[in-house]
Structures are given as C-alpha cells and as structure tokens.
C-alpha cells in the first residue's frame, strides 16, 4: 500500500511540475475566472414542540462528539425599569453563581469542571441566554443541572451580594476605558438619557425580588432551545419535555421600556471633558431600525460600503488610507430584533485632528446620501452575497441564526427574503431609505477629549453641549427637544 | 524537483481514489461526516516544502463551500533593530496596500514617485539638526512633492477590495507577534486561485505604498492603547520587567519616537531580509481539491524567493534571580499582573504546566477562582494567559487579579502565592488531575470545530513546536502527565524568584473622573 502511495505521489509531482512550466500566470486578479461555488445548501435545523408555548430548535452534526446550545428567553435589559437598571444582569449573574436549591453554585462549579463543562448565563438586551458546551456524553447531566438552576433556583444572599459588588467593580474598570465610556455616554444621550445613569435602588434587590423576577422572566412560554452537536432529536426532545415539565409558564407579562431617539433640530455636539487624554473619542449617531424594518436591506447593504465591510469602507479609504487620522473606525446601522437601533460611527484621533476627522465623516455621511453608482452597488451587493456562506458555515452559526429567528417572532423565511431584497436593490432605493435615518445636519455626536485643546475644532459641527461635569449638563437633554421638531421619517416596523 | 513532500501522507491515496471536491455537484452540511471527524483530519494533512523553502499543510474537510488560509512568517517585532521598534508591524500593515501590480494607476510613475520620496526623506534625515533653514524647507517641499505625486497614483485599497469582494469579508487580517506575523483569510472555495495570486504577489512585490498615512495611523493606534483600558498598560510594563536584554521585552506595535522617523527604505530592508520563502508556512483547511491547490501553490509560491538565511541571534537574558515589583500609577481601579517565565512551546515541561495552570485560575472552580473568587469574596476578577511564547526563549504566563473594593492587590497576591506553594507542596488531587485532562480532551475536541482555529493550530504547532502532528499529540501529552510532574514544574516555574509584579496603584484624581459620570 505504501508502494502504492509513493508511485501516485510521484506521478503526481511529476504533473505538478509539468504544469508549472505552462501557463502564463494571469497579469492580474482581474483575469481570473473563479468557477462557480458548489451550490450548498446548509440544512435547517429541525423544529420541535416541547409544550406550553417551548420549543426545540436541533441540528444533529455527529462528527465531533460535543453538544452545544442554549435556552433563550424572550425578554431582556431593556425590560428593566429605568430605576432598577442592571437587575437582568444582577438576576443572570447570581443565578449562574448561585446555583439551585439541590446544587449550590459552588457544586455545580465543580461538576462541570469535572466534565469540562460550562454553563454560562447571559443578560442580552432583548433575551436571557442560557448557554452551554459539553461533551456529548455528558449532555444528560448538564441538562439536568440547567433543569434546576431554573425549576429550582437559589439565589443566596451571599452571592446576591457578591454579584453587586462584582458588577460595580467591572463597572468601574470599564469606566477607565475611554472607548467604553464614550459609547455608553453615546447611547444614552442620543436617546435622550442623562450622560451618567441614573442612581438605582438595585442594593435593596434581595432573594426575594430576584425569585420573583425570575419567575417573571423564566417562563417556560418564552423559551426556545436551541441544541447543536452529537444528539439524535426525537430523543432530545422528549428528555427536555420532561425536564421542564415543571417549569411553570411566566408569572407576569413583559413590559419594555422604550427607548426613543431623540432626534436634535440641528447637529448636536456632546463634548465630554477628558483633560489629560492623549487621544480623543469620536462618536456620531443618527436614528436607526429594527430588523423587520422594510429598510433594513437597504441599510445593510450602505452599511457594507460606506463603514462595516472590511478595510476597504469609504469611512477607512476616508480617514485612514487618504488622511491617515484613524487606525480603525465603523459607521454603520446596529439595528436591533425588536428595538430600533442607530446609525452609529466611531473612532479615535489624536486631538488636534478631532475637527477635520469629524468634518470627514460629516462630508462622507452627506456624499453616501446620493445614489451610489451601479459599479457600486453591484460591487457591495456581491461582497455581501459572496460573504454570505460564513453566516451559514458552521453548524452553530446556523443554530443561532434561526434561534434568533424564533426569539424575536420573525418569520422563518427571513434571511431568504432578505437576500431576495438584496438582489433587486438599486442605487435610487439605497439612497432613499438611508436619507429616511439620516440627516447630515441633524446627527448627534460625543466627543470625549480635552476640552481645552478640542473644543474650538468643533465649533463648525453643530451647536455644543458640555457634559460629565457637574451643572455643565441640560437637565433631561433628550426631553428639551421641542414637540414641533420633525421627527424622522420613520417607515412603519413592518412590511 | 520543485516539490518536496516531507513526511508520507495520505496524497497518493487520495489521488489514486480520484476524490474531488467537485465530485458531488450539490451538498449539503450532512455529508460526508466522517471527514470533520478529529481520528481522521491527522491522516488528511498533506504537508510539503517548496524549494524555496516555503512550507504547506493542506487538511481537506468536504462541506460547507470555504477555506480557511493562515502564513506564519517567521519574522516578528523580536527582530525589529534597536531604535526601529515597530518596524515589523508598520510592514505587515503596508502589506495590506497593494503590489506591484496591484494598488496602482500607473506603477512606474508611482514607482519614481516612490523613489523620489525615499530621496528626500534621506535628504530631510541628513540635514536633521541643520541651522540651514533654506535648505530645510527645500527638502519638506521636495518631500511633500513627492509624497502628492505618490499618493496621486496609489490605488492601494486595491488590495484589500480584491480579498473583500470576493467574500472574505470582514476574514482579511494579520497580527504581528514577537516571534513572527500571522496573515489570515477565510473565502468561499472558488476563490483559492484569487488567494494564491494575492498572497504570492504580496510576498514577491510589495510597493509598500502610503508609507506616510499608514505610519500616522499607526500611531493613532498607540495614543489609542491608553483609551482601551489597563490591560495594554499592564501588560507593557510587564515585558519591560520580566526581560532585560531581551527584545521580547518591547511591544510589538511599537513606540511613537522610533516609528517617528522609520523611513520606507528601511522597511524595504526589513522585509527582503525577513519575508523570504524560507521565512513562510502557510496551512489551508476547508472544502477544496487537494491535487488542484497543490497545483496552483506549485504554479504561484515557487516564484517568491527563497530570500537570504537570517543572520539573526537575541542577546543572552539573564537568569532572574530574585522577584522583580514595580508599581504604576493610573487612572483606573487597582489590579495586580504578576508574570512568570514559562518553558516554550516544545519545551517537555509545557504540557505539565499547562495542566498546573489550568488547575490554578482557568476555570470557575481552578483553586484561585475558588479561594479569591468564589468562596473569598475578594476578586472580581482571575485571568491567566500567555504574554509572550515561543521557542526561542522562555515564554511568560500571566495571572491578573482584580480586587473587589475594599480588599488590596497585596492581600490577593498573598492568597495567590499560598495557592501556589500549596499545589506544589501537595500536588493536584486524583480528581482534579482527571478534570484538567478531560478538560484538555475538551478544548482539543473545541479547537477542531472551525477551520480557522484548525489551520491556525497546524501553523502554530508546524512553526513553533517544530511538528505540525504535535497538534493532533496535545490529548496524550495532557494524558501523560503525572501529579508528581505537575507539582515539579510549579515548583520549578513558578517559584517567589521567577516573579515580575506589575501592580495599578489608582492616582487620586481617578475619583474626580469616575465620580464626573
């Protein structure tokens, strides 16, 4: 057999180097003739009831003998009361520490170690997930611990406090990163919050409260599991319907808290004083959408040209390759599942540079209204098309892209009618549904520096607010925005 | 013969079958699923040298329609020249901007553009120190002359739309580390030839274009580490206190008065000495033909040359004798990075201590996490990773602790140490010695999933460990460690002498700002 092997590998050298001698290599990428990608259809993942309102979402892939998954939710950080901001995470945190009435935190910790394991409970701003990996013969006790965690959960004084004090803390680190803050200070004013949150009353939250919140929030009529790896479905399935037999519906509907953009009457500056930085933080937001938003295409594909498609974005030949003011920076639509997003742009400068960077992408925002050409267009709809196959190349990607799906209620079909959308685009349509979002004499940026060396760089951008400073800022800054100031063309949220 | 295979693998089997990936006109994700199984991805590894020294691992898995590319290049910011530091980072971004032949609207005018600017610039540097003022400004105008006729003629975003617009999305990126550069890239399968021309081309005639914006921006994203947190603050003092002669000592991406007057000339330099095919290994892993892309390497990578051997030594290190401490002082809540020196990746004590650390802080219930974290109530956070590793020279581990307020970094370091000494004195227990090797099986069983973490495991090992097979070995050497072996390389590795303390001290004005917001 090895005989075999050497002859074959010889004629095949031998080959390879005939080839190599003949052809003239193409003068440019450009004369190459890619053949045409396998068709691939990647199969969905199979759909089964639990009862009571749960359902199984399951892609059997037996080739590595791993499970992986996750129990989603529906209802997330934005259904906590302004006042009680922060008690999602809090619940998802003691919880996984916490552990169940049969297993406390520590136990369970300790199990799965012994299986290399892991749970991992996650606070998202529309769904609570909780996540797991495991070696497939371990999927039954790893259910099983998850089981309890939500039929019976602990929720000890002790790490409820614990989780308190750990959260301030990642709080405060994150505070001392001058990117983070500058996006966090972004968001809440340009949805018309104060730049610093509010103060909760989240210390009084105790055992009590969270069991009551968690029987809010885990309820079995809100579940979707989704499951991917070494597991056969129909066996699956009827494990898991046991195991939440007696995990009761929801105890209380759920209530967003909506969050509106707050659309300024002209170009809004938040200046944020950093004295002392090295750098300054730029960031630019403009009214957005959710998903099933009929524009969402149209913003998708602007997206890809204009800020979020790779190096080679207007925004990078912009600021970086023609300018050299960034290293990296994104503008793009963030549109949510079931809340309207933004339009959000960001990047670092140095600070003598803050002015003509901003100046640029005000000037990019106000070129990208105008129809892109047809090369353009055609150009960012292939590069999205042809980037297609890495949303679809895993199993677990396509696990998750159809959780998402169930989650948030959208139709199944979703992606497909999406990619549908895309393929009759034009220029015209493009522009029209972004200039509905966008308006350049309208944004609303943050820019966090020193004050001292950035302020007059900004005079030109629009009018400047001070913020983070004690009395420097409006009070209820979203709220002064006059009824009669036009508010965005909105589309209707669904077509 | 220009192809050399170096170990006997399955190639002859494979084309002797006639196995093609274009064999089945449509597929889907279901089949064939023995071939993504981990038994079988070692005997499907085809690996060879080009004569010029340019190294391939080819892994085959039938699937979904893409590949995975990962080059190592054996060049990294440990050889970047004193007073250059940063060079072998700025490079790999210039790397991005095009060729020759592509990135150009007329390459000989932008190539005498080019030379005219690194011209002046000699011009600009020699005149450095010059009362002439005349003389002076004559050289800036003859500069930014040539640096508009330049920058007039660049297409350079060329390059990278090529990779874009054929799918690779937001894939296309490249890290320069201490010991070398890694080039990555995922595209639909079709599109192996456009790979081959693009990264064979890259390699052969760069026109390290945009020298200038791309230096600027490079130096945008230094100001920028101190706007991302302590963690590049921490971890760049620690370099500079674990290592003395070293150049593992200095960060990769550089320093603002070196990268200030690098010129192009000397990147040039830089990479016909350190980007040579000699200096390469590239594994690719995906759906695709085996004899097609052994075929087309064959065609595009034998032309790059094999570039000179590199004379190339780094200074002796001293041994560390004694515990190293310094203190930072920031604008940020307190934490503590203690390193230590570490065996390199092939060293035969790797895998007992990786298992050992993984013991102490990788997991919720590792002994640190355990004692400060969980049943403490004394640290929000217990991270452990590796700084810097290679083969050349020690590597170095990191633990980073983060207190809960209240508590000081010095009380977790106590706690930490005593954890420490008491796995060395006792040793891990049965059952935490099965955990961490299941948990190694784990993580080997997780690294198969995708094919890029796979392509970039079969460089790492190839490239490093000096065996591409040593990836598919990681389970049995986790296997073959003893309790006793763990509780020696704890001793011997990560003893009071061997320590680099790097501890955040928040400065008083951190209150005011925290409390602004």
New interface residues.
């Given amino acids: 057999m090895?005989g075999?092997?050497?002859?074959?590998?010889a004629?095949?050298?031998g080959?390879?180097?005939g080839?190599?001698q003949t052809?003239e290599?193409?003068?440019?990428?450009s004369e190459?003739r890619?053949?045409?990608?396998?068709?691939?259809?990647?199969?969905p993942p199979r759909r089964l009831g639990l009862g009571r309102g749960a359902e199984l979402l399951v892609?059997e892939?037996?080739?590595?003998?791993?499970v992986e998954g996750a129990l989603v939710f529906r209802g997330g950080t934005r259904h906590d009361p302004p006042a009680q901001a922060g008690r999602t995470e809090l619940l998802a945190e003691a919880l996984r520490?916490g552990g169940s009435l049969h297993r406390p935190?520590?136990a369970l910790?300790?199990e799965?170690?012994?299986?290399?394991?892991a749970i991992t409970i996650r606070a998202l701003p529309e769904a609570v997930r909780v996540e797991f990996?495991?070696?497939s013969e371990d999927l039954d006790a790893v259910l099983e611990a998850i089981g309890e965690l939500l039929i019976r959960p602990a929720y000890p004084s002790?790490e409820i406090d614990?989780a308190r004090?750990?959260s301030?803390?990642?709080h405060?680190?994150?505070?001392?990163?001058?990117?983070?803050?500058a996006d966090e200070?972004a968001l809440r004013l340009a949805f018309g919050q104060t730049?610093?949150p509010p103060a909760t009353d989240l210390g009084g939250v105790g055992r009590e409260e969270l069991l009551a919140l968690h029987r809010a929030r885990f309820g079995v009529d809100r579940l979707v599991v989704g499951m991917v790896g070494d597991v056969e479905a129909t066996t699956l399935a009827a494990k898991l319907e046991t195991l939440l037999a007696r995990l009761p519906r929801a105890a209380a509907p759920l209530r967003a808290v909506s969050r509106n953009f707050r659309l300024p009457a002209r170009t809004r500056v938040y200046l944020l004083d950093?004295p002392g930085?090295?750098?300054s933080?730029v960031r630019c937001l403009a009214p957005g959408m959710r998903r099933l938003n009929r524009d969402f295409t149209a913003a998708s594909l602007w997206s890809f040209a204009v800020g979020f498609?790779?190096?080679?974005t207007r925004l990078?030949?912009s600021l970086?390759?023609?300018?050299?003011?960034?290293?990296?920076g994104t503008l793009h639509f963030t549109p949510g599942w079931e809340e309207a997003g933004c339009v959000f742009g960001a990047f670092?400068?140095?600070n003598e540079s803050v002015g003509e960077a901003s100046a640029a992408l005000v000037e990019l925002l106000r070129e990208s209204l105008r129809p892109f050409s047809d090369e353009e267009l055609e150009?960012t709809r292939?590069?999205l098309?042809?980037?297609?196959?890495?949303q679809?190349?895993?199993?677990?990607r396509?696990l998750d892209r159809a959780l998402d799906l169930r989650v948030h209620g959208y139709p199944l079909d979703f992606w497909e009618r999406h990619a549908e959308r895309l393929r009759n685009l034009s220029p015209e349509a493009v522009a029209e549904a972004v200039a509905r979002y966008v308006d350049p004499e309208r944004l609303t940026f943050l820019v966090s520096g020193p004050a001292a060396l950035i302020e007059e760089q900004l005079q030109d951008l629009g009018e400047i607010v001070r913020v983070?400073?004690?009395g420097s800022e409006p009070p209820g800054t979203g709220a002064e925005l006059s009824p009669s100031d036009p508010a965005p063309r909105l589309p209707s949220s669904s077509d | 013969m220009s192809l050399s295979v170096l170990p006997v693998v399955a190639l002859g089997s494979v084309l002797a079958l006639g196995l093609s990936a274009s064999a089945a006109a449509t597929r889907s994700a279901q089949e064939p699923a023995d071939a993504r199984a981990p038994g079988d991805l070692e005997l499907r590894v085809e690996a060879f040298q080009l004569e010029n020294g340019w190294r391939f691992l080819l892994l085959p898995r039938p699937g979904p329609p893409v590949v995975s590319f990962e080059t190592w290049v054996d060049t990294g910011s440990r050889h970047d020249h004193e007073g250059a530091r940063g060079s072998a980072h700025l490079l790999m971004n210039l790397l991005f901007k095009g060729t020759e032949r592509v990135g150009s609207s007329d390459w000989l005018a932008e190539r005498a553009a080019l030379e005219e600017l690194d011209a002046a610039e000699a011009q600009l540097a020699s005149l450095g120190g010059t009362k002439d003022l005349a003389s002076l400004r004559d050289a800036r105008e003859r500069r930014d002359a040539a640096l508009a006729a330049a920058a007039g003629l660049s297409r350079s975003q060329e390059f990278t739309r090529l990779f874009e617009d054929a799918g690779a999305g937001s894939t296309l990126n490249a890290y320069t580390r201490a010991d070398g550069t890694r080039f990555v890239v995922s595209l639909p399968s079709n599109q192996v030839e456009l790979w081959c021309w693009l990264e064979s081309d890259r390699f052969m005639s760069p026109a390290l274009r945009d020298f200038h914006t791309e230096r600027e921006a490079v130096l945008e994203s230094l100001l920028g580490r101190a706007s991302r947190g302590t963690h590049a603050l921490l971890e760049d003092e620690l370099l500079q206190l674990a290592y003395v002669d070293h150049p593992y000592r200095y960060r990769p991406v550089g320093y603002r008065e070196d990268l200030s007057r690098l010129t192009r000339g000397e990147l040039r330099a830089d990479f016909a000495s350190g980007y040579g095919a000699r200096h390469m290994t590239t594994a690719i892993v995906g759906d695709f033909d085996v004899a097609r892309v052994m075929e087309l390497v064959e065609r595009y990578f034998a032309r790059v040359p094999a570039g000179p051997r590199r004379e190339w030594r780094a200074p002796e290190e001293p041994p560390q004798t004694t515990e190293r401490r310094i203190e930072v002082p920031a604008d940020a809540p307190p934490e503590v990075l203690i390193g230590w020196h570490a065996p390199s990746f092939s060293h035969a004590d790797a895998p007992a201590l990786h298992l050992g650390l993984r013991l102490l802080a990788t997991s919720r219930s590792s002994r640190l996490e355990r004692r400060l974290e969980r049943e403490g109530g004394l640290a929000s956070a217990v991270e452990l990773w590796p700084v810097v590793g290679g083969d050349e020279l020690r590597s170095l581990v990191a633990l980073r602790l983060v207190p809960l307020p209240g508590v000081s970094t010095a009380r977790l370091e106590e706690l930490a140490y005593e954890e420490i000494e008491r796995l060395a004195s006792e040793g891990p227990t049965p059952e935490e010695l099965r955990a961490a090797q299941r948990a190694g099986r784990a993580e080997h069983l997780r690294g198969l999933r995708d094919d890029a973490s796979l392509a970039r495991g079969l460089v790492e090992h190839d490239a490093k460990g000096g065996d591409w097979h040593g990836l598919f070995r990681v389970v049995e050497r986790v296997n073959d460690v003893s309790a006793a072996e763990v509780q020696r390389v704890i001793r011997a590795y990560l003893g009071d002498s061997r320590r680099n303390v790097v501890t955040l001290v928040p400065r008083a004005s951190q209150a005011g700002e925290g409390a602004s917001r």
């Fill in positions: 090895r075999v092997a050497w002859l074959a590998l004629l095949s050298l080959t390879l180097r080839q190599a052809p290599l193409p003068a440019h990428p190459l890619p053949p045409p990608l396998q068709p691939y259809t990647p199969r892609l892939d037996g080739t590595l003998p791993l520490a935190g520590a910790d300790d799965l170690d012994a299986l290399a394991a990996d495991c070696l002790a614990r004090r750990r301030a803390s990642v405060a680190a994150r505070a001392s990163s001058a990117r983070e803050t200070v730049a610093a950093r930085a090295a750098q933080e498609g790779g190096s080679s990078m030949a970086r390759t023609e300018r050299g003011l960034v290293y990296d670092s400068t140095r150009l292939l590069r098309q042809r980037a297609e196959v890495f679809v190349d895993r199993p677990r396509l983070g400073t004690p």
